[in-house]
């Protein structure tokens, strides 16, 4: 026999002369002990929350690593007479741990003080409030050892009964089913049983069916029933005694028995029974083992916790992979567009205010990439287009660069289209354009910075303010193509004049420099005000005023200026009501002719705030749309072949995407958190990379009564960002400056 068997054996054999004499509060007492002592083995890996129902205390057990969207309701045993919060949390928090799940415990009341039906009332209470806070019934499992056992199966069948829905399925553990103690097993393992005694069940028994009161000493003693006849029917009762029941509609099981128990029988003529009835049930049973084994963590029998998690697998329906999805209308001239010095990509981070756990960070990875399937993907060639497909594991925690945005080669993309960037205190996460837009990638960061808080502090973030319940499947609006859904009837032309481009040396190794702008909003915002104009306009105003400042010094006449635009990308998803994940932006374009003379910065701002009013309308982005999809829909481009229509797609792009505008201005706005986020996120930021033709793009998100303005630039010159530092300087606008110039390490 194992040593560890061997010896668990031996001590409960010395003991149990001894237990049927103890009192019930010593009973208590102990079994309480053991509990906690079982939980703390468990206190790193397993944080637990305090909750009443209904009066009746609960804890909410999560694990470090929860695999699993659903939640175990465990009911704990010891007789219907003893164990709190502490013993439930033992095995509860064993539960949550080996199989990565949420397990919620309950300290029923307990008999002989509280007798039947108090305990499965408090069931019934604890099942309801898991409905009431947003858990389906197919993501419940019920769980108990014991009396705890049999309650589950009370509880099933007193839903059943009220026409209730019934959770996924029932682990049950040697579970008590017949409280009149009627089968055989009572009398032929009475020896062999080294945990459990038949006078003590009847104990127990009779304190749950009958009450009690204390006798001359104190001591708690049950009611008895002096007719055996009327004893029995009594405890016949189904609700009682589940056994009893037809078992006709009961969910699936799952049930541990040991081949030494004494209740051996309750274990498998309720299998019988389900199995009799129709329903699904499969019972294991551990030979020569006693009453709730798998409490004792034998090492022989750690194959049963993988049977635990595979039924909690099958059961709970698991979360849908991606096993492919086409590019969205927007993301299908990234892959054919990129060359060797630029790939499409954003960078959004989080700074946080202690140094990065990777081993933390790397857990919240694997848990919110599930949560985000059309992100978490690789970029393949096909036939006809590129296509996005899920990724088969986590990409490797990246250091960083001297300079952000590096390029993402084909065979970066092929193995997984985003990169996880960490410096010191700093979360980074780096998008291909391919898979989202900024508004996309900001829910993103935000999930997995406030995941990352959970794993590494404890910290519970609520979800809200983009930040999503990372245990919920994506829904289908969030994986759609929002272009193709708001395509609008008919087109608009794409016909506009090419802009001025901001020339200069390019950096020949490739590298980025970002410089930043810390600006105080407020003072932005009262500015923009005073002139009836948003934030976003005001700063464009800036930018717009540094680009003219730029070509009037480079270029000597001014019947040779080009005209001055930005792309202003337009957030579609309020206009449309749309959830997506994906992209789903289009451009505004704003600008002015110089040759037409001098502008105020007043006038700066009202011309833009003019052309954003006019462009930024429903009908005109439906148009705008319907111009894009009908490219994707036109049968000859459909047709060809992905290795002929790479090069078109190019020339398009060079032709008509990025030569109409100097540079793109795009703002994330303000980024507001919950408390317990911005107790430990000190920044954020939003970094564009460079556009493919010209060296400039400028980007910017509010977040801590900070704005954060940053230009990012692949060439050799600081050309625009010291016309911008002037025109923020004159206009009177408070700000520090930052930057990764060669030879500094931060940025």
Not at 149 to 167: H, I, N, S
Not at 641 to 662: D, Q, T
Request: overall charge positive.
């Amino acid at each position: 026999m194992n040593g560890k068997r061997a010896f668990y054996r031996s001590q409960l054999n010395l003991i149990k002369p001894f237990v049927d004499r103890c009192s019930l509060t010593t009973v208590r007492r102990a079994q309480d002990s053991v509990g906690k002592l079982m939980a703390n083995s468990y206190k790193d890996q397993v944080t637990s929350e305090k909750i009443l129902v209904e009066n009746i205390k609960c804890a909410m057990l999560v694990p470090k690593d929860e695999l699993s969207g659903g939640v175990i309701l465990y009911l704990h045993g010891g007789g219907y007479v003893a164990g709190n919060l502490d013993y439930a949390g033992g095995f509860g928090s064993s539960l949550a741990v080996k199989c990565g799940i949420r397990v919620v415990t309950v300290e029923y009341r307990l008999a002989p003080e509280n007798p039947y039906p108090a305990a499965l009332d408090d069931a019934m209470a604890a099942y309801g409030h898991l409905l009431s806070s947003g858990y389906d019934p197919s993501r419940i499992i019920l769980c108990g050892d014991s009396a705890g056992a049999g309650l589950c199966y009370a509880l099933c069948q007193k839903l059943r009964d009220k026409g209730r829905t019934l959770p996924a399925g029932i682990i049950a553990i040697s579970p008590w089913t017949d409280l009149t103690m009627s089968s055989p097993s009572y009398g032929l393992n009475k020896k062999a049983d080294p945990s459990m005694t038949v006078e003590r069940l009847k104990y127990f028994a009779d304190c749950y069916v009958y009450g009690g009161d204390r006798d001359k000493k104190g001591r708690l003693r049950p009611n008895e029933n002096s007719d055996p006849e009327n004893d029995r029917e009594t405890k016949s009762d189904p609700r009682i005694s589940p056994l009893f029941d037809s078992q006709d509609k009961m969910p699936e099981s799952l049930i541990f028995v040991g081949g030494d128990e004494i209740m051996y029988d309750d274990a498998v003529l309720m299998h019988e029974k389900l199995i009799s009835a129709g329903c699904k049930s499969e019972i294991v049973v551990a030979p020569e083992l006693w009453h709730g084994y798998i409490l004792y963590d034998l090492p022989e029998r750690a194959g049963d916790f993988d049977k635990i998690f595979k039924f909690i697998k099958r059961i709970i329906p698991a979360r849908k992979r991606l096993a492919w999805m086409t590019l969205d209308n927007a993301a299908k001239i990234f892959p054919a567009a990129r060359s060797r010095t630029w790939s499409n990509i954003f960078r959004i981070s989080s700074t946080l205010d202690e140094d990065i756990d990777r081993e933390a960070l790397k857990v919240a990875l694997d848990v919110t990439v599930r949560r985000f399937p059309s992100i978490a993907v690789a970029i393949k060639p096909g036939l006809f287009w590129y296509y996005l497909e899920e990724i088969s594991s986590l990409p490797e925690i990246l250091d960083e660069k001297p300079y952000p945005l590096a390029r993402m080669t084909s065979r970066d993309l092929r193995k997984c289209a985003f990169r996880v960037i960490v410096y010191k205190n700093r979360l980074a996460v780096e998008f291909f354009h391919s898979l989202t837009d900024g508004n996309g990638g900001l829910i993103f960061v935000k999930t997995l910075t406030a995941e990352y808080l959970y794993q590494k502090y404890g910290v519970k973030v609520p979800t809200g303010n983009g930040i999503l319940d990372r245990l919920e499947d994506p829904t289908p609006e969030e994986l759609e193509d929002s272009f193709i859904k708001n395509a609008g009837d008919y087109p608009a032309s794409r016909k506009d004049t090419d802009a001025y481009k901001i020339a200069g040396e390019r950096e020949a190794d490739g590298f980025r420099t970002n410089t930043t702008f810390v600006i105080d909003p407020d003072f932005v915002k009262n500015e923009a005000k005073k002139r009836g104009v948003t934030v976003t306009v005001y700063m464009t105003a800036i930018l717009l005023e540094a680009s003219r400042r730029v070509q009037q010094a480079r270029v000597a006449k001014p019947s040779k200026y080009k005209p001055i635009k930005i792309f202003i990308p337009v957030n579609l998803r309020k206009m449309f009501n749309s959830q997506t994940m994906r992209n789903f932006i289009l451009y505004a374009m704003v600008g002015i002719d110089p040759r037409l003379g001098d502008y105020s910065f007043d006038d700066l701002c009202q011309i833009i705030a003019a052309q954003m009013k006019q462009q930024m309308t429903e009908k005109n982005m439906k148009a705008i749309i319907r111009t894009n999809v009908n490219s994707e829909k036109n049968i000859f481009i459909r047709i060809v072949p992905l290795f002929i229509k790479n090069p078109i797609m190019k020339a398009v792009f060079n032709a008509v995407g990025e030569k109409k505008s100097c540079f793109s201005f795009s703002n994330l706005g303000m980024v507001n958190l919950p408390e317990e986020y911005t107790a430990r996120v000190k920044r954020m930021d939003f970094v564009l990379g460079s556009q493919a033709a010209a060296p400039y793009n400028v980007s910017a998100l509010t977040y801590g009564g900070k704005m954060y303005l940053n230009v990012t630039r692949n060439a050799k010159e600081p050309v625009l960002e010291g016309e911008i530092y002037r025109v923020m300087r004159e206009m009177g606008v408070p700000h520090t400056v930052e930057s990764n110039t060669r030879g500094k390490e931060e940025y």
